[in-house]
């Protein structure tokens, strides 16, 4: 197991191009994950974050993993250090400059996408908009203007366990990524809220997902998206009906 982003880099330049024909449950994927000031993409920045990369083959034996720690010249939201533990003193002592962090994430995550290896992230939208708002904020690249202009691209492929688990699990309750790897007998490997540990568990989630639902690991990366779009229109369909049944405003947000 690494943990550097030159290490990173060199597991992915070794790893196989993925056709989209490659089905979900033997895939490699990317795991993605973050801490951050506060909550508002565009307007808070990361302070921490995880890329591990998985080889199905291999497991956890075989994960490569970089880890930042960002010093985000902004003040942390006392409720978000209250959640992640990280402060303004610390931040300022230990973190990464922005601008070489965030760049060495996004180069990252657009090599994996060069190859075909999803980002998967747990609550994928709001990782993905928070790399974006920060990489606008420093005016960096986004990820798609890294990739490699002669492959097509659709934007992003992603996986998100979240959007997944509700489509075929039909469980009531919260679906927190600490009660979601329960349900899945997935052991956590260190503390949540914890950009590594949460990656590695979100990562985790993918191999009883297939198991107990095998159209989950029949999905072809071709197909991904488009299915967890659908999977989540008609989530928020079902979720407004309930809202508007309280009396409640319903939601409008789109997925990815």
Known sequence: ??????????????????????????????????????????????????????????????????????????????????????????????GMEPTDAIDQIARAIAAAQDKNIPLLAYNAPFDVHMLEGDLNRWKLPQVSERQNPAEPSNGMLVVDPLVIDRAVSKRHGKRTLTLTTEYYGVVPTGDFHNATADTVAAVDLIKPMSTLYPQVGHLTLGKLMDWQRQAHDAWQTSFNQWLESRGRTPLHDQWL
Do not use: K
């Open 1 to 94: 197991m690494t943990m550097t982003y030159d290490a990173l880099i060199a597991a992915l330049e070794e790893a196989p191009q993925q056709s989209d024909d490659t089905q979900l449950g033997s895939s490699w994927l990317l795991g993605f994950d973050t801490e951050t000031t506060g909550v508002a993409a565009g307007r808070d920045a990361i302070v921490s974050a995880t890329l591990v990369l998985r080889d199905p083959q291999r497991g956890h034996e075989g994960d490569a993993e970089a880890e930042w720690v960002i010093n985000p010249h902004r003040r942390m939201n006392p409720r978000a250090s209250a959640v992640n533990g990280f402060t303004d003193d610390y931040l300022a002592e230990h």
